[in-house]
């Protein structure tokens, strides 16, 4: 694998905060699979992954790395997305698990959290 994983999950993390939303599809393969959180349906391929992260546009982001993990073609990431807008500032805290094909594409991520790891106050 050309493409090391770390280097994707720390590209994925910037992009959640500054980049367009084709820029973050752009790191998956065309048939990702995408379960955000856990328990949710899973969406599967760029079109439907696309809706997740479009709930970010026109919100003011940043993001915070803490830790990356990586075994092999697989990789965990814990950080923390600030999002601010519509007169809320919400706070996530996820660990998102990612495996990566050959092309060093991610096919599959999982993003554990819960309701105590996403806060939402006035801003």
């Known amino acids: 694998m050309a493409v090391q994983p770390r280097d994707v999950v720390e590209q994925y993390v910037k992009l959640v905060a500054t980049g367009p939303i084709s820029a973050i599809l752009d790191l998956y393969a065309a048939d990702a699979v995408v379960e955000d959180p856990i328990g949710t349906p899973e969406r599967r391929g760029h079109e439907a992954i696309a809706e997740l992260y479009q709930a970010l546009e026109g919100l003011e982001r940043t993001t915070?790395?803490?830790?990356?993990?990586?075994?092999?073609?697989?990789?965990?990431a814990s950080f923390t997305l600030v999002a601010v807008g519509n007169g809320h500032r919400m706070t996530l805290a996820p660990i998102d698990v990612m495996e990566l094909?050959?092309?060093g594409k991610i096919v599959a991520m999982r993003a554990f959290w819960g309701p105590d790891d996403l806060k939402v106050v006035p801003a």
């Open 64 to 76: 915070e790395l803490h830790t990356v993990k990586v075994a092999g073609n697989h990789a965990a």
């Open 101 to 103: 094909n050959d092309e």
